[in-house]
């Protein structure tokens, strides 16, 4: 497998470094790390698609006011996955599976753009997302991103053990070396996703953390502005703050084998995207 590491979204809150950590002006930086996984038998595989062609276009149609301008989103085409895709060479009918960390606005919005590809989620993330009527609810879950989603492939947490965290094995038509992790907090639903390649494991960590140094550190440290951000969109603080241990603890035991990176950090989704392509 070849694994690629796009940028599918710009952030740019106020705050500055306060958010990133390394920002000099008074907005940040901040990504959506998604990854395209090009299989040999299987096509090829999104893992998370940030935001898509029709919420550049029009959206105020498809999000939440408040996200628009809290999260200051820059709506270019360039960086939506099936423009990146196209540039690599491939279209949209060659994805034919999305594995999603969960369904909040800044990871789903580019399903649309590939009508016919398989759509894998824990069925929690489901049940929440229809069933929230909160006001933070009602505005990170944006049905019009997904109702026209045709092929949904649905799973229960469980499985067998991933270095100690529960596994949900052969996710149906993919490759035995893409594995839905649960890690619940940010969302009743969410999980992380690991790719096995042949340097090692991946783990896409999606909202399970947000800052760089709250893994892979001795001394665990996130900025504030992404503190405040992550106690905002949490519904479960001991499952979030638990399962953070938990890959802190990951990150440090087995460092040489399983890579760590999170949806929004810039200076991750650098260090990955200057690794050599896994062949």
């Known amino acids: 497998m070849r694994v690629h590491h796009l940028n599918c979204g710009c952030m740019c809150p106020l705050g500055g470094a306060l958010f990133d950590g390394f920002s000099k002006?008074?907005?940040?930086?901040?990504?959506?790390h998604c990854l395209l996984i090009e299989t040999e038998h299987?096509?090829?595989v999104l893992v998370d698609t940030g935001f898509g062609e029709c919420d550049v276009l029009e959206p105020r149609k498809r999000l939440s006011g408040f996200f628009i301008a809290f999260n200051n989103i820059r709506f270019e085409r360039r960086f939506t996955a099936l423009e990146q895709i196209r540039q690599l060479g491939f279209a949209a009918e060659d994805?034919?599976?999305?594995?999603?960390?969960?369904?909040?606005f800044d990871h789903a919005g580019g399903l649309s753009d590939f009508p016919g590809a398989q759509v894998h989620l824990l069925q929690r993330e489901m049940d929440a997302a229809r069933s929230t009527h909160s006001f933070l609810g009602h505005r990170r879950y944006r049905h019009r991103q997904w109702d026209e989603v045709r092929s949904w492939q649905f799973?229960?947490?469980?499985?067998?053990?991933?270095?100690?965290?529960?596994?949900v094995k052969e996710l149906r038509g993919?490759?035995?070396?893409?594995l839905l992790i649960p890690l619940t907090g940010h969302t009743h639903g969410h999980a992380g996703v690991a790719v096995q390649t042949s340097d090692g494991w991946l783990l896409h960590a999606g909202d399970a953390y947000f800052y760089r140094d709250e893994v892979g550190q001795t001394e665990r440290h996130c900025t504030p502005g992404l503190r405040f951000y992550q106690r905002m969109m949490e519904v479960d603080r001991p499952a979030r703050l638990g399962n953070q241990h938990r890959l802190w603890?990951?990150?440090?035991?087995?460092?040489?084998?399983?890579?760590?990176?999170?949806?929004?950090d810039a200076k991750e989704l650098e260090r990955m995207q200057s690794r050599a392509p896994s062949p």
Do not use: K, M, N
Request: proline share 7%; aromatic share 10%.
């Open 25 to 32: 002006g008074p907005t940040a930086q901040l990504v959506c």
């Open 42 to 44: 299987h096509g090829l």
């Open 95 to 104: 994805v034919r599976h999305i594995v999603l960390t969960h369904l909040d």
């Open 155 to 167: 799973y229960e947490p469980g499985g067998d053990l991933w270095f100690g965290f529960q596994a």
């Open 174 to 178: 993919l490759p035995p070396e893409i």
């Open 249 to 264: 603890t990951l990150s440090l035991e087995h460092r040489d084998e399983v890579t760590l990176f999170c949806s929004h």
